[in-house]
Nanobody, 116 residues
Framework: QVLLVESGGGLVQPGGSLRLSCAASGFPFSSYRMAWYRQAPGKERELVASIGGLGDNVKYADSVKGRFTISRDNARDTVNLQMNRLNDEDTAVYYC?????????WGKGTLVTVSS
């Protein structure tokens, strides 16, 4: 059974930084592409960043390029999202995601609030 548990969210001032982590279990982690999505209030869920199983083929949404960095630690079955220069448009619930056997697997999310 796939389990994804996010952590690291919180309240941060504009211009600040946060690091999100996702602990994964229940599947061979290094074999799967992982992703971070986010959903802001009143908006659809959107892809933020994704990373290949070996840490390759990294992709970012245009809105976060140059500010966010996705990484993974296959020894610890974790995927991280370092978020710098945060602004109020980054306020959202951030979700960890993996697609396995044609099915979508989501964590419960962690809330990031950017506010002064």
């Amino acid at each position: 059974q796939v389990l994804l548990v996010e952590s690291g969210g919180g309240l941060v001032q504009p211009g600040g930084s946060l690091r999100l982590s996702c602990a994964a279990s229940g599947f061979p982690f290094s074999s799967y592409r992982m992703a971070w999505y986010r959903q802001a209030p009143g908006k659809e869920r959107e892809l933020v960043a994704s990373i290949g199983g070996l840490g390759d083929n990294v992709k970012y949404a245009d809105s976060v390029k140059g500010r966010f960095t996705i990484s993974r630690d296959n020894a610890r079955d974790t995927v991280n999202l370092q978020m710098n220069r945060l602004n109020d448009e980054d306020t959202a619930v951030y979700y960890c995601y993996v697609r396995r056997y044609g099915g979508d697997n989501w964590g419960k999310g962690t809330l990031v609030t950017v506010s002064s």
